[in-house]
Structure formats: structure tokens, C-alpha cells
């Protein structure tokens, strides 16, 4: 397998500083060509919710360059994969936490992490980040840990309601200022001429799936420059319809080869 990759992050019109962080690797194995993508999108006072969503990326790049190679050495195993993004979610929530406890505030990170390996994707999803896939039509991969999607999911309302809800942005859970987190863990095949979507809940709050769909389905987006292009086009759109969060989206095109 091949990627064409593409990544974009905004700041957006109304906060000081970008509180989302997000990372794109590739590296080539005895499994060919895999891709590793984590989108966090950061909360906390002053730069609080920067730095929780940048130490959860250093600490996934680290793992993707140290770790992940000796687990490819013993045999790729998915079982292995999730103990060991757990293991990293555990760790780094204590790690947020205690420092947020040490400075009197709280701040946390959602975490969306994405790898495809051998023609299959890995997700684990933490909070309201999301993943999608899209081939024929969109699809999402995730589900949202909110108060509004629980809510959702009870028949308690509707989904004309879950859009305008005043609580919709209020996590269940992130890392970070959660005292336990249970990650999602969602896997599939990965087909070539597809489009992996991630990203933070500013870059998909006022565009519509269709909207998502028209600018990065794969039929569409043959490189990396038009995928580049489509994803400022889009997070333009996002400030031009008042988004106040930050924005964030990264594109995986999946391709033959590699």
C-alpha cells in the first residue's frame, strides 16, 4: 500500500492559540508501507490544552519509532497493538493529570489515532475527534464520547436536536481529566482508492457530511496538492459559517503498491 498525505491546521477566528496537534508518519516495514495518523484536540486554560494535546503526539511518534518496530520483529498482532495504545493512554492521563493537579487548573486531550497496516486500519478514539472513511460515500468510523451522542443513543433526542444542542461540545471523557478512560477500538480493511478523514470537532461542527464528501472523496483528490488544497478550502468554509474552535483535518489517500 501507498499514501498520498495531506494535513491542515488552523487556529480559527476567535481563540489565541491552537490547542489541536496532529502527526502523519509513514515508514516502510516487512508489512510494506504503513501509516500511522493521531489527531488530539487539546482543553485547558491559557496554553494548557496545547501542551496535553502535544505531549500525547510526541508520545505516539516515539512509540511509532521505538516501540512499534519491535512489535513488527515479534509479529504484528492487534491485540498487542491495543494493549500497548492503552498502555500509552493510561500512562499519559496520570502524566496530564498530575501535572494539571501540580499547576491548580485541569486540562485533557481527546485522542483519535489511526493505523492502517497489511490492508487493514487500527482506530482507538477518545473523546469527540473523529475518523472517517471515505470510497463510494462517507462513513464514519467513530463514535463521539459526549453527553449529546449518549443522549442520542438513549432516544432522549433527536438528531436535528444533537445538532444545535447546547452541551454538544461536553466530552463523557478525555485524557487528562478523566479519572479512568476506556478508550474505542474500531478495525477493517483498508482498500486502495480510499480516503481516511481525521480530525478535531472544529473542522466538521458547521459543514455537512455531503459537504466532507464532495471535496475529499478519493475520485476526486488524485494528489496530494488537490488534497492539500481542499482541506484549506473546506476549514475556510468552517471560518466563513463562524467555527470559533480551532481546526484541524488530516487526509490519508490510500494507493496501489508500496
Known amino acids: 500500500m501507498n499514501f498520498m498525505i495531506a494535513s491542515h491546521s488552523d487556529v480559527g477566528i476567535k481563540k489565541n492559540t491552537n490547542q489541536d496537534s496532529l502527526l502523519v508518519k509513514v515508514a516502510q516495514t516487512n508489512l510494506g508501507k504503513v501509516c500511522l495518523c493521531v489527531v488530539c484536540d487539546g482543553m485547558g486554560?491559557?496554553?494548557?490544552?496545547?501542551?496535553?494535546?502535544?505531549?500525547?503526539?510526541?508520545?505516539?511518534?516515539?512509540?511509532?519509532?521505538?516501540?512499534?518496530?519491535?512489535?513488527?520483529?515479534?509479529?504484528?498482532?492487534p491485540e498487542d497493538l491495543k494493549l500497548q495504545w492503552d498502555?500509552?493512554?493510561l500512562e499519559q492521563n496520570q502524566k496530564i493529570s498530575t501535572y494539571a493537579s501540580s499547576q491548580g487548573t485541569r486540562m485533557g486531550t481527546?485522542?483519535?489515532?489511526?493505523?492502517?497496516?497489511?490492508?487493514?486500519?487500527?482506530?482507538?478514539?477518545?473523546?469527540?475527534?473523529?475518523?472517517?472513511?471515505?470510497?463510494?460515500?462517507?462513513?464514519?468510523?467513530?463514535?463521539?464520547?459526549?453527553?449529546v451522542q449518549?443522549?442520542?443513543?438513549?432516544g432522549m433526542i433527536t438528531w436535528e436536536e444533537a445538532l444545535v444542542h447546547?452541551?454538544?461540545?461536553?466530552?463523557?471523557?478525555?485524557?487528562?481529566?478523566?479519572?479512568?478512560?476506556?478508550p474505542d477500538f474500531y478495525s477493517g480493511p483498508a482498500y486502495p482508492e480510499s480516503m481516511f478523514v481525521l480530525c478535531s470537532d472544529g473542522f466538521r461542527h458547521v459543514i455537512t457530511p455531503e459537504e466532507i464528501y464532495d471535496k475529499l472523496n478519493p475520485g476526486l483528490l488524485i494528489n496530494e496538492q488537490m488534497m492539500k488544497e481542499n482541506a484549506v478550502w473546506l476549514t475556510e468554509l468552517d471560518?466563513?459559517?463562524?467555527?470559533?474552535?480551532?481546526?484541524?483535518?488530516?487526509?490519508?489517500?490510500?494507493?496501489?503498491?508500496g
Open 239 to 257: 471560518k466563513q459559517r463562524q467555527e470559533v474552535d480551532n481546526i484541524s483535518v488530516a487526509l490519508i489517500r490510500t494507493c496501489q503498491g
Open 45 to 77: 486554560g491559557l496554553a494548557k490544552g496545547e501542551l496535553a494535546s502535544a505531549t500525547v503526539i510526541r508520545t505516539f511518534e516515539n512509540w511509532f519509532e521505538n516501540d512499534f518496530p519491535a512489535m513488527l520483529e515479534r509479529g504484528f498482532d
Open 150 to 154: 449518549y443522549q442520542l443513543d438513549m
Open 166 to 182: 447546547p452541551q454538544r461540545n461536553v466530552l463523557l471523557q478525555c485524557v487528562g481529566a478523566s479519572e479512568v478512560v476506556t
Open 110 to 147: 481527546t485522542i483519535t489515532a489511526l493505523l492502517i497496516i497489511g490492508n487493514q486500519y487500527y482506530i482507538m478514539n477518545v473523546g469527540d475527534s473523529r475518523a472517517y472513511l471515505l470510497t463510494d460515500q462517507l462513513y464514519l468510523l467513530t463514535k463521539d464520547q459526549t453527553v
Open 87 to 89: 498502555n500509552i493512554v
